[in-house]
C-alpha cells in the first residue's frame, strides 16, 4: 500500500489595496522665522543713553572699541549725538534679533558707569550678566570722614580689596563717589554685595575675606 504526499494547496494572494484616509491632513507649514522690523511692524525701535561729563574723554578715546561690536555684529545703528550729549541706538532690517537693541543699550550704559570696554563687552555675549547700582547710604548713613573711610575700606591699599573680591566672585566692581556698580551673574553678584555691605558697616577686611573664601568654596563644591 503506497502512501502518497500530500498535494500543496496553492493560495493565490491578492494584492491589499491601502485604505483611503478620510480626513487627510493639510501639510504642515513652515514659516520663516521673523526679523527685528517685521516683530515691531516695520517700525524703527530706538534707545538713548545719556553721557556724563566726565565719560566724554573715555567715550571718544575708545569711540571706535564700542563702535565696531554693535554695528558689524550685532548689526545695531549707533551715533552720537552731540547736541543732545546722548549716544543713541536703532534698529535695522537687518537686525537679526529684537533683544540686541537692549544687549546694545545695556552695554553702553556698562561703560558710562565707568566700567572698561572688554569688562562691558561680556553683556553682548552672555545672557547670564546683569549691573546692579547701589549707593553706600542705601547701607548705612554715613557723613564726612566716617563715610570716606568706607570707601577707603571698600578699595583697600591700591585697590587690594576690590580686586580680591572681584577675583573671587568672578565679577566686576566700579567704586564712583558713594555708588556702587557691579556687574556679573546673579548668584556672584549677590555675593559681592553682600561682601561690601559687611565693609561699608565696619567689618575688618580680613574677616571678611575669610567668609568670601567659605563661600566660593561652597559655590565651588555645587557646580
Avoid at 575708545?62 to 550729549?85: C, H, S
Avoid at 565707568?114 to 561680556?122: M, S
Avoid at 578699595?155 to 566692581?173: D, L, P, V, Y
Avoid at 567689618?203 to 563661600?215: I, W
Wanted: charged fraction near 30%; glycine fraction near 4%.
Amino acid at each position: 500500500m503506497s502512501i502518497k504526499a500530500p498535494a500543496t494547496m496553492e493560495v493565490e494572494t491578492m494584492p491589499c489595496e491601502p485604505k483611503p484616509e478620510l480626513n487627510p491632513l493639510p501639510p504642515k507649514p513652515v514659516f520663516k522665522p521673523l526679523k527685528a522690523h517685521e516683530m515691531s511692524d516695520g517700525r524703527v525701535q530706538f534707545r538713548k543713553v545719556s553721557v556724563p561729563p566726565h565719560r566724554y574723554s573715555p567715550l571718544k578715546k575708545y569711540w571706535m572699541d564700542i563702535y565696531t561690536p554693535i554695528y558689524e555684529q550685532m548689526k545695531v545703528d549707533i551715533r552720537m549725538n552731540l547736541k543732545a550729549r546722548k549716544v543713541e541706538l536703532k534698529t535695522r532690517p537687518d537686525t537679526p534679533d529684537i533683544s540686541n537693541l537692549q544687549k546694545c543699550t545695556d552695554f553702553v550704559q556698562a561703560f558710562m558707569m565707568g566700567f572698561d570696554v572688554p569688562d562691558a563687552i561680556a553683556l553682548l555675549r552672555l545672557d547670564e550678566l546683569y549691573v546692579e547700582s547701589f549707593e553706600i547710604k542705601d547701607v548705612k548713613t554715613l557723613r564726612g570722614e566716617h563715610l570716606s573711610r568706607a570707601i577707603g575700606r571698600l578699595s583697600g591699599k591700591g585697590g587690594k580689596t576690590k580686586f580680591a573680591i572681584e577675583n573671587a566672585t568672578k565679577t566686576r566692581i566700579v567704586i564712583a563717589d558713594t555708588k556702587i556698580h557691579i556687574l556679573g551673574s546673579f548668584a556672584n553678584i549677590k555675593i559681592a554685595r553682600d561682601s561690601l555691605c559687611n565693609l561699608i558697616l565696619g567689618s575688618p577686611a580680613g574677616k571678611v575675606y575669610s567668609k568670601l573664601r567659605q563661600v566660593t568654596a561652597r559655590l565651588a563644591e555645587r557646580f
